[in-house]
């Protein structure tokens, strides 16, 4: 104890340090973009609905789909990617957004899904996917409804038609299928992709996304 | 005076170092622009990328970091020279923290919807400081038992 007394400032001054640095090397082990952990399944039934939300190739080599949550701020960092993404590779590839709310952390995810399936219902479900994630951390902070609301009307969508809309059936019931596959093959990490079928860990930058759709690509091909 | 016990000086080092590393923790995931894995609650992503995350610029974790720093390091200042204004002071000092705690766990559930698991143990530790702040102040304001003096003639 008399040491420490003596040398009280230079024992903390150590103390802190050591914690400072012991702190900042746990942070630095985080991910920027987190990658899904835990048992979500690692190929996943791939059959491709009529009304599933497809960008990009008509008959594409290779499929890329993507189960995010509007509210999440890792899929919004990834929603430009994909976007350049679909345009790197017009011929070969397709992306599918399908829905997978995690509405027990993101209150407001659930009602944002609603409120780009009732855009789909007037054929507009990527200028609101584009609205949401665009503006997400407008929203986000917000109550939303009203948000979305304002998306809707600047989109151009009949108000009249899209109130009527969220409140009926059938835009929730397309968010629950969505939600339901997700929750049946053991996701619980928003975005997770799936590129033809298998999954894949999440890449870290745009260069590394389009190496492995690249190869893909050329996988594809080469057994044509 | 009476002399500050050792339960509560070492209670505000480790409260203090304890509010430092969770802050400091925060602040390098700010920087590196990384998305602390959340326990217990689930709102880490929303509530350290949102618009109130930083003021004028400045990220709100680095602030943290620099308060406990300060009240670390006045607290070391006390303990070596006992001086009583750091007694004064602290509860003071310790209730801007407090105020500010209030005002982010209130953004949390109020307005971002999204609890952020860090952020609340950082609104814990700035409490518990403010609590021995007042604890320690009113310790020394109590005097010593005036010994019984006999008056001899």
Known sequence: MSFIRKNIWGVGFAVLLVGAFVAMGFASKNSSLPSPTGIAKDTIDFTIASDDHKKGAENPKVTLMEFSDFQCPAC???YPIIGELVKEFPNDLQFIYRHFPLKAIHFQAENAAIASEAANLQGKFWEMHDALFDNQSKWNPTTGKGAFREY???????????????????????????NQFAVDN???STPTFYLNGNKIANPGSYEAFRDLIAQEIEKATNTE | MKPIPLWLTISIFVTGFIGFLDATYLTTNFF?????????????????TSQYATILGIPIALLGALYYLCVLALWLFYVDKKQKRVLEALPWITSSGFVFSIWLVGLQVFVLNALCSYCLVSAGTSTLLFIFALIARKISKETLPTPNRTISQ
């Open chain 1, 152 to 178: 809707a009307e600047l989109i151009g969508l009949d108000m009249n038609k899209y109130d009527e809309d969220i409140n009926s059936d059938s835009p929730r019931d397309r968010v629950r299928r969505d």
């Open chain 2, 32 to 48: 590196l622009k990384a998305i602390p894995p959340c326990f217990v609650t689930g709102g880490c992503d929303v509530v350290t």
């Open chain 1, 186 to 188: 053991g996701l619980n």
């Open chain 1, 76 to 78: 919004a960092a990834y």
